[in-house]
């Protein structure tokens, strides 16, 4: 049993109460609170940004446990498995599928973020079965690739074609699609001959989006609507497209 409270650390965000604003909680000054947020199944933000209008934002977090759980049930991992991870963020969702049997190279693009989880991991025990990498991580990771599977624990509104090419031939990539329309919807998709294919798992996983996907993006304007359950995400060299089946 991994303890999410080995990974979180003392400062945390969060809301008072229902109209307060995002509010620091240092896990000192007030350790019931900072430990039932903690040991509660709820989202805990870690990290805030201020975007170029003044407007705060999480930007990192350890996600909602239900969502952690659904994304490790797409991922489906099997013990000797190599797994990328973009978003290490508190290094938790890694130790889990370290704790699955899976060899995890997890990215992260804020260097004190990488440190503080690589210190988690190591503290945890995780160490020797978790590398994490202070990158951008919509290229992957090309010199410990190919991977089975790909995740990412911050949203896209386009999936990078680097992680298909990273992508084993039979593997899979499980990423929250935060574009227009179906925002928030988990996507599973299966990796074979270069071209990922694949439907949303379920819906309301909400995640910060990944740095650079912040701003909306124009061409996804055009994304026919249609239900979530006919869904189907297509993702070649030549960009991705979103369809519906009959
Ligand atoms: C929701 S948090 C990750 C949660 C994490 N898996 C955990 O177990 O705590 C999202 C993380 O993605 C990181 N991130 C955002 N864009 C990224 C990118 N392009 N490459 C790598 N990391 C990124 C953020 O800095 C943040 O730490």
């Not at 809301?15 to 199944?41: C, H, I, K, M």
């Not at 709820?42 to 934002?57: A, E, H, K, Q």
Request: glycine share 8%.
């Amino acid at each position: 049993m991994i303890d999410r409270r080995d990974f979180i650390p003392d400062r945390v965000y969060h809301y008072p109460s229902e109209d307060a604003d995002l509010t620091p909680l240092e896990r000192q000054d007030d350790p019931d609170r900072w430990n039932s947020l903690v040991a509660s199944g709820d989202p805990v933000i870690t990290r805030l940004r201020t975007d170029r209008l003044g407007m705060v934002w999480p930007s990192s977090s350890a996600s909602a446990l239900w969502v952690v759980r659904a994304m490790l049930d797409a991922l489906a991992i099997e013990p000797g498995m190599t797994v990328l991870e973009i978003g290490t963020g508190t290094g938790y969702n890694a130790a889990l599928m370290a704790d699955a049997g899976a060899r995890v190279v997890s990215v992260e693009i804020v260097p004190d973020i990488a440190d503080a989880a690589r210190t988690a991991l190591e503290r945890t025990g995780f160490a020797d079965r978790v590398t994490v990498l202070t990158a951008d991580g919509e290229n992957g990771a090309p010199d410990h690739a190919p991977f089975d599977r790909v995740t990412a624990t911050a949203g896209a509104q386009t999936v990078p074609y680097a992680w298909v090419e990273q992508t084993r031939d039979g593997g899979r990539i499980v990423v929250p699609y935060m574009g227009m329309a179906y925002a928030g919807a988990l996507i599973a998709l299966d990796v074979a001959n270069g071209i990922a294919q694949g439907r949303a798992v379920c819906d309301r996983a909400h995640f910060m989006p990944l740095r650079g996907q912040t701003d909306i993006q124009p061409a996804l304007r055009a994304t026919p609507a249609g239900p979530l359950d006919r869904l189907r995400f297509t993702v070649t060299q030549s960009g991705q497209t979103i369809t519906f089946t009959e």
